[in-house]
């Protein structure tokens, strides 16, 4: 059975292209499970307020091939996470909720991209 060189070039490249697009949609679907997983984190661990419409507006959407953890109050995410100061002088101290689940959702995307190309 004699293979040309053609062949085996073409071959190659199949699978690497099946092997390429198995890993994406697995990367794709790592990425939707943590988007979702931080939008709910961050509704538990958000402060909340008299209507509660903070801790309730965040959501994990899809932006072309990004997925996106947003707040519909988003004008007081930075008030929130970096403190701001006070009309009549001083400063609300911050409560920082933002930075620890964004660090747990980068650590465990990570963790998922190297599970998934490993396979």
């Known amino acids: 059975m004699a293979t ?3 062949d085996l ?3 190659i490249n199949r699978t690497l292209g099946n092997y390429a697009h198995g890993v994406g949609e ?3 679907k790592v990425a939707e499970k ?3 997983k931080g939008a709910q984190q961050l ?3 958000s ?3 008299a209507r509660h419409r903070y801790a309730k507006g965040w959501r994990a959407k899809k932006i072309g091939k990004q997925w996106v953890v947003h707040n519909t109050e988003y004008q007081l995410t930075h008030l929130l996470e970096k403190g701001h100061a006070k009309v009549g ?3 609300v101290p911050a409560k920082v909720h933002i930075a620890p ?3 747990e959702m980068i650590t465990e995307f990570i963790q998922g991209v190297e599970g998934a190309i490993r396979g």
């Open 4 to 6: 040309n060189i053609n």
């Open 9 to 11: 070039a073409a071959e």
């Open 26 to 28: 697995d990367i794709e």
């Open 34 to 36: 943590i988007a979702k």
């Open 43 to 45: 509704k538990a661990r």
């Open 47 to 49: 402060p909340v307020g």
């Open 89 to 91: 002088g001083g400063r």
């Open 101 to 103: 689940v964004e660090e």
